[in-house]
């Protein structure tokens, strides 16, 4: 019975410890993430004209770190595209106008934009633009001119 106790133990032991381990590499691909965001929205703020633009971030807790590094990497596909279509100064005039990017994690299949290549939901709302980034594809393929035409498209 002590052998079965302590057994009994030790597993819940090792099950605690494990989803605090998890918890751990969720914070910090959260914190990443959060960092991305802030970043390239100080850099789509000079690119853009924009002293305004805020930005945040949700992250559901349903996914996982290796899902929030894939949605930090589809961000960062996303900004550079923001930064590459405020390039044109029609583009950038329309831009300069958003005031908030409200950044969320979607693992929904939908595809949108101006390329079939885009995995992910924009959708500008008044003064601020949705950006659902994908949590298990890329979001633009790794390219920054798709990125930059599905923004572009919302205009």
Do not use: W
Request: include cysteine.
């Amino acid at each position: 019975m002590k052998k079965i106790n302590s057994l009994l133990i030790s597993a819940f032991l090792v099950v605690i410890s494990t989803q605090s381990i998890a918890g751990v590499k969720e914070k910090k691909a959260i914190r990443a993430l959060n960092a991305t965001v802030q970043t390239q929205t100080e850099a789509a703020k000079v690119a853009c004209g924009n002293a305004a633009l805020t930005s945040e971030v949700e992250v559901d807790a349903k996914f996982t770190p290796h899902n929030i590094k894939i949605a930090d990497s589809n961000a960062k596909d996303f900004f550079e595209g923001l930064i590459d279509a405020c390039k044109d100064a029609d583009y950038k005039e329309e831009i300069s106008k958003i005031t908030q990017l409200q950044v969320s994690l979607s693992d929904a299949t939908k595809k949108t934009g101006t390329s079939t290549k885009i995995h992910g939901e924009l959708t500008l709302e008044g003064t601020s633009l949705l950006v659902k980034v994908h949590v298990k594809y890329s979001f633009s393929n790794g390219s920054s001119s798709t990125a930059s035409n599905a923004v572009k498209g919302l205009f």
